[in-house]
């Protein structure tokens, strides 16, 4: 099935918006409570086509406060989701501002949510928006200086298996049956999905926003993934510093999630899969999962700018189908999830 989430395990400092983000935008695509200015510049539609002039108004933030003058100028690329103006006063970066004396940019990714580089440019940006910026040095090395690509999967591709290599590693560094605990307790939702009379109590212990329906492969698939995804969130987000971007579990980390998977008391390991679910979905203060596909290909079906999933969910889609790919299947036999191959 089509994965939408973007990845990059092992969290560095500056992720911009949402890093690699994926198909549920809650957290993620929040909209921000913090009140900057912003700036809005006429930028070129198309690059491509030199005859072609029309422009549009694309929206950044700037801080001038660390700016000496003759210091370097920090560009942060905007990635899947609106700028969060939270990076202008926070983040790693502006420690490096304020030793450099640099003005810093934050610019919002077009078709989410410049200026013509004059002096020296230092680019930055985390997981996706990494790639633009080791891109962006790689292509135009006579407009940026430098580059800080924080986990940044610059190799796309289609089957992006591996990604769940890492999570199955990551989850087995401080507790090694981890993995394997995760792997009987997916086995058994495998099974206890095998029956419809079972749908009930599934859709109860996963607290899903509707009824459990599974009429075809994608909405079981779909269903499953939706599911892993929190496990996946959970390990690539590991001990971040989002709590700044308005993200509120980043206090479920791997440990967390370990310790409940090892603690029997809880039942076995299907208990302790749903209560992993449970103390994730509670962190975030998320009412119910909404596990539907047909839900799902709704959203994506809603152009309008309201639209559900129009602060990044549905743009992130497009671009992995028409531009990267990186789904991210349970094709690797190194991993502990089941039921979502690439197809
Ligand atoms: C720039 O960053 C400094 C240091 O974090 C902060 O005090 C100031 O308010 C910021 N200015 C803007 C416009 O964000
Ligand atoms: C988990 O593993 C990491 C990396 O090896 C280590 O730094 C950390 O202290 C460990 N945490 C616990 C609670 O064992
Ligand atoms: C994590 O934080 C949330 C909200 O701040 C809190 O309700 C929850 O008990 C915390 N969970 C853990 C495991 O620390
Ligand atoms: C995806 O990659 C995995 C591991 O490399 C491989 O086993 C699997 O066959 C691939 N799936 C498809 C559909 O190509």
Same mark, same amino acid.
């Given at each position: ?43 070129? *539609?198309? !690059?491509? +086509?030199? &005859?072609? #002039? ?9 801080? $001038? ?77 006579? *407009?940026? !200086?430098? +580059?800080? &690509?924080? #986990? ?9 298996? $591996? ?181």
């Amino acid at each position: 099935m089509a994965h939408t989430r973007l990845f990059a395990l092992l969290c560095v400092a500056a992720f911009l918006c949402n890093g690699f983000s994926h198909r549920r935008f809650n957290g993620r695509f929040s909209e921000i409570p913090v009140t900057v200015q912003d700036y809005w510049f006429e930028q070129r *539609l198309d !690059h491509f +086509a030199g &005859a072609d #002039s029309r422009v549009w108004k694309q929206r950044y933030y700037m801080n $001038e406060s660390f700016s000496s003058g003759d210091g370097p100028v920090f560009l942060m690329i905007g990635g899947e989701g609106t700028a969060n103006p939270a990076w202008m006063t926070q983040g790693t970066w502006m420690t490096y501002a304020e030793k450099m004396g640099a003005l810093c940019f934050l610019l919002e990714h077009r078709f989410y949510g410049k200026s013509h580089p004059t002096e020296k440019w230092i680019v930055f940006g985390g997981s996706y928006p990494g790639c633009l910026a080791a891109w962006y040095r790689l292509k135009f090395p006579h *407009l940026a !200086h430098a +580059a800080v &690509a924080s #986990s940044a999967p610059v190799q796309a591709v289609l089957n992006f298996s $591996e990604y769940l290599d890492v999570v199955q590693s990551s989850l087995a560094r401080n507790h090694s049956n981890c993995p394997k605990t995760f792997k009987l307790a997916s086995d058994t939702l495998i099974e206890l999905l095998d029956h419809k009379e079972n749908y009930a109590k599934i859709t109860r212990d996963f607290n899903l926003c509707n009824p459990l329906e599974i009429n075809s492969k994608m909405d079981l698939s779909f269903f499953l993934d939706t599911i892993a995804e929190y496990i996946m969130d959970v390990v690539q987000y590991n001990n971040d510093n989002r709590e700044f971007e308005g993200v509120k579990n980043t206090n479920i980390t791997i440990q967390v999630v370990c310790d409940i998977m090892a603690n029997e008391v809880l039942g076995s390991p299907y208990d302790r899969y749903v209560e992993v679910i449970h103390t994730i979905t509670k962190a975030a203060q998320e009412k119910c999962i909404e596990a539907s596909y047909q839900a799902y290909v709704q959203d994506m079906r809603d152009c309008r700018w309201e639209g559900a999933a129009s602060t990044g969910g549905r743009q992130w889609m497009y671009q992995t189908c028409t531009e990267f790919g990186y789904f991210q299947s349970s094709d690797s036999t190194s991993q502990p999830f089941s039921g979502f191959p690439l197809r």
